[in-house]
């Protein structure tokens, strides 16, 4: 089968290797869609070894991945062959990623896929679906609350957008004052464009800042500035999580694999609840072309390749 490694630094390439087998407690899915997304650009750039992984020969890269079970290991009894599925490789050391023909993963990382959208939109939402969820969940907003939302109008601002303002959170947005629309559409009550000074613009509009904030642009101390003292503060981002000042409770979320959440946000995709954007389908022979392109910037959406 084909897949998307790299073995030398900043350099992807497309492989042909063996069908991976799954074993215990693993199935293996037939890739329809696999998700481009920042941490493979971090893998390129890390090949030599990062803090989060050792050294290794080759690194296989994609966590996101919508498909079909085409094998399943011993002792999986919840899933069936020919079966849709979402699932996320959540792992940095691996030889062989979800940019492939086929993927083999954990049972645990792997849920039932929506029945209302395609393969394409569904495999945009393990990776940056969970973030969210966790992330939101970290912070745990009342609906009395206000949440500021830093790069809202990107993949995991976007969602984290949607389920706040799902609990009834007062969501301040930030983002560029092109995507003012699409976040309040997401369910943002407040805007504030990103080339203002956040702290001010946010303080002017919530005296006192707000009770918490989700600094999916990575911001770090601009957007804890926004933050009262004694609020709450989620960074995803280890090299931009801040000092906690002024009683701050300051944590950082890194992703991990959570069935149960995933059927949650599989169940609010087909309830019409989250919102799924893709930029653009591309094959996975044009990889290194996805990997380009998002490391330009400027996508609304996610790029997807399509086997």
Known sequence: MRAVVVRRTDVVEIVEVPTPQP????????????????????VRAGVGGTPFAAPREQWGIGWDVAGTVDAIGAGVTEFTVGQSVIGISDRLDVSLGAQADYVVLEAGNVAPAPLSVSAVQAATIPLNGLTAIQAVRALDPASTDTLLVTGAAGAVGGFAVELAAARGVRVV???????????????ATDFVPREASLPDAVRTLIPGGVDAALDAAALGPQTLAAVRGGGRFVSISVPNTPIP???IDVRTV????????????????????????????????????????????????????VP
């Open 254 to 305: 890194l992703v991990r694999a959570d069935r149960a959440q995933l059927d949650d946000l599989v169940a609010r995709v087909d309830a019409g609840e989250l919102t799924l954007r893709v930029a653009e389908t591309l094959p996975l022979t044009s990889v290194a072309d996805a990997h380009r392109r998002l490391a330009a910037g400027g996508l609304r959406g996610r790029l997807v390749l």
């Open 23 to 42: 074993g215990p407690g693993t199935i293996r899915i037939a890739v329809a869609a696999a998700t481009v997304n920042p941490v493979d650009l971090m």
């Open 173 to 187: 947005a930030s983002a560029s004052p092109a995507d003012e629309d699409t976040v309040r559409a997401l369910g």
């Open 245 to 247: 000042l002024r009683g």
